[in-house]
Structures are given as C-alpha cells and as structure tokens.
C-alpha cells in the first residue's frame, strides 16, 4: 500500500452533516451526543487506486485476522499478528506490527483477504512470492 494519509473523521449518528462542502469537518466542530472523533486511513492501492478505510473498518479487519481460520503460508504470516493481539494491553504499547503484518490487517478490512504482498514479503527465501505467500513460481516446471 503507498501513499497513506492519516484524517480525523466524526462517528456516530448524523455525522455526515457537520462535514463541509469540500468533505472536511472543522476541529472546532460542536459534536452531538453519540458523536465521537474518530480516524480514517487513505491510501493507494498497487494498482493506484484510491482507497479508504475507517477505525471500524480496521478493527473489523483485526477481528477477522485474529479470530478467522488460516491454513498454510497465510496462518504463518498471521502468526504474529494473533500474538501480538492477544497480549495485554501494557505489553502490546511497547511493540509494534511490521509493515507488513500492519498491510494484512488493512487488506482484510478491505477486501477480507490478502490480495497483494507486502514489499518485505515479496521475496522472502529469495523467492518471488504470491499473495497468499506461496513461491510465485511454484507450479514452474522444474529445470
């Protein structure tokens, strides 16, 4: 994922009418009661299509990285992603997911899958990789 911009977004209900003309909502806004800030994450995709996701989105992604059944490759990356999750609180401000661990949550918030590998993925063992982490080359006839 490239080009990723960090927004602040209202929640809650009639949100869209605090935004402006331009889509922005002001910081002094005056929030309503069940209206809370929240965040937005924007980015390009590979092919450099605009996306969007929102708070919920990624904590929907998270639950589905966590709580879904992985087989294969794909269980091995999410690994670390499950334990870093399940750590308490304390322990987990003082780690951090790798970018590309941070990549499969939001590619599950927004597709509900692993559509495309991370750069540190792409080539691990020396070997080009697919999305859902087998060799590229894998069904390559061998030499």
């Excluded at 806004?29 to 092919?47: E, H, K, M, N």
């Excluded at 999750?85 to 401000?93: E, L, M, V, Y």
Aim: glycine share 10%.
């Amino acid at each position: 994922m490239g080009d990723v911009r960090w927004g602040r977004t209202v929640i809650g209900a009639g949100a869209a009418h605090l935004q402006d003309l331009d889509g922005v909502i002001p910081e002094d806004s005056i929030l309503a009661p069940g209206q809370r800030w929240s965040w937005t994450v924007s980015f390009s995709d590979p092919a450099g299509a605009e996306k969007a996701l929102t708070h919920e989105q990624v904590l929907d992604g998270l639950a589905r990285v966590v709580h879904g059944e992985h087989e294969g490759p794909e269980g091995c990356f999410l690994l670390g992603v499950r334990n870093w999750f399940t750590q308490p609180s304390d322990t987990r401000r003082t780690q951090s997911l790798t970018a590309s661990q941070r990549s499969r949550v939001c590619q599950f918030a927004r597709y509900g899958r692993t559509v495309f590998p991370a750069e540190e993925e792409k080539s691990l063992f020396g070997r080009e990789q697919d999305a859902d982490g087998t060799p590229a080359d894998a069904d390559a006839p061998a030499e």
